[in-house]
């Protein structure tokens, strides 16, 4: 058992309450998921697109108003509990419009997907795929 605090505990991992980057040990270590608490203030964007993408997410607004970039589209979430899902090999970026707390499950939980990862490796590339 683990009980915690979302904002304090996200803060110590880049956001990421559960997942394989935990010490084993760690109750909140899982392969199968990986759980974000996503505190962004506004104009927070993400560094690089993720490419290249294996696993499937959902992403659910808790509050402020957040944009989700993929190559055809974009989505704006602006209302609590507003969420976009998207599977494996969709391209991904985000925006924050307004301060903004989003939760983020991706699954399975695999290593090799870190924004600041240099290029080349995981999902971190930017190819051919411009902000809008």
């Known amino acids: ?3 915690g605090k979302a904002t304090p505990d996200a803060a110590a991992d ?5 997942g394989h980057f935990k010490d084993p040990a760690d109750p909140r270590h899982s392969r199968d998921v990986e759980i974000k ?28 108003r957040f944009r989700l970039d993929f ?6 979430l602006a209302e609590q509990g507003d969420y976009v899902l998207w599977g494996r090999g969709v391209d991904h970026s985000w925006y924050a419009e307004e301060d903004a707390v989003v939760l983020t499950v991706r699954w399975p939980s695999v290593p090799g997907y870190r924004a ?17």
């Open 1 to 3: 058992m683990y009980t």
């Open 14 to 18: 880049r956001g990421w309450l559960l």
């Open 37 to 64: 608490w996503g505190v962004h203030p506004r104009g927070d964007e993400r560094e690089r697109w993720a490419t290249a993408e294996r696993r499937t997410a959902l992403l659910v607004l808790i509050s402020g």
């Open 71 to 76: 190559p055809e589209r974009s989505v704006v």
């Open 116 to 132: 600041d990862e240099p290029s080349g490796h995981g999902a971190a590339g930017t190819a051919g795929h411009p902000r809008p």
